[in-house]
Every structure is written in structure tokens, then in C-alpha cells.
């Protein structure tokens, strides 16, 4: 195997030009995920509440970061669970064990995140 190919042939940016892509393909991955993903939709619209109310609940700016970081966290569980589903899709959309496997473990992440909204919140606010 020749060592200097790049792995993908889409690899072959760098530097500035690199950073500039990536940021239009998240950008890109951010509209796809809006558009095409209901729960996706639905925690964007948590955040769009939770966001802003936690910036004015009188706690340090420690807690206030832990409100707002533990929102954020759910956005990126449920992108990287939407990612897995759409990939296991591409490549069948036959009923699989692992198929469903994935998907349900993806899913109980986003559970997990979830949960932990309202652990950091009960605790920043009650705690």
C-alpha cells in the first residue's frame, strides 16, 4: 500500500482552506439535521428557551456555564445519533440486529444527555 495517498480524496486540504470548508460543512450538516430530524428540531427549540433563562438564574458564572454546556451536549449527541442512523441507513433498510443495535444505542445517548439537562439544572438551581 503506497503511505503518501491520503486516505480519502476528500482529505486533500489544508491549512486555512481546510478550517474555511469545514466550518461551510457544518454549516451544511446544521440545516440537514434541522430539516431532515424532528427530535433535532425539538432540542434546538430546548435550547432556544433553556439558553437564554439560563443566563438569568442568579448563579456563578461556573453555573451558568454547566446550564448552557449540558443543553449544547444534547444538540451533539442527538447530530452524532443522527449521524449513525443516516449511515446505517445508506447501507441497508433491511431489519438487522446490529442495524437496530446501533440506532437503540445512539438513542439511549440522547436519553443520557437528556437526563442530564435536569440533573445539572436540579443541582445549579436546587442544589
Not at 62 to 91: C, F, H, P, Q, Y
Amino acid at each position: 500500500m503506497d503511505m503518501s495517498s491520503p486516505e480519502s480524496p476528500h482529505k486533500g486540504k489544508t491549512g486555512i482552506r481546510r478550517i474555511w470548508n469545514a466550518m461551510f460543512y457544518s454549516v451544511a450538516g446544521l440545516r440537514a439535521a434541522y430539516r431532515h430530524e424532528d427530535a433535532f428540531r425539538q432540542e434546538v427549540l430546548l435550547a432556544v428557551v433553556l439558553v437564554p433563562a439560563a443566563c438569568f438564574i442568579p448563579v456563578a458564572g461556573v453555573g451558568k456555564a454547566m446550564l448552557i454546556g449540558s443543553v449544547l451536549l444534547v444538540l451533539v449527541v442527538e447530530l452524532l445519533n443522527s449521524a449513525v442512523e443516516a449511515t446505517v441507513d445508506r447501507i441497508s433498510l433491511e431489519n438487522h440486529r446490529l442495524a437496530k443495535r446501533a440506532k437503540d444505542i445512539g438513542s439511549a445517548a440522547v436519553l443520557l444527555s437528556l437526563a442530564n439537562v435536569a440533573i445539572v439544572w436540579a443541582l445549579v438551581i436546587f442544589g
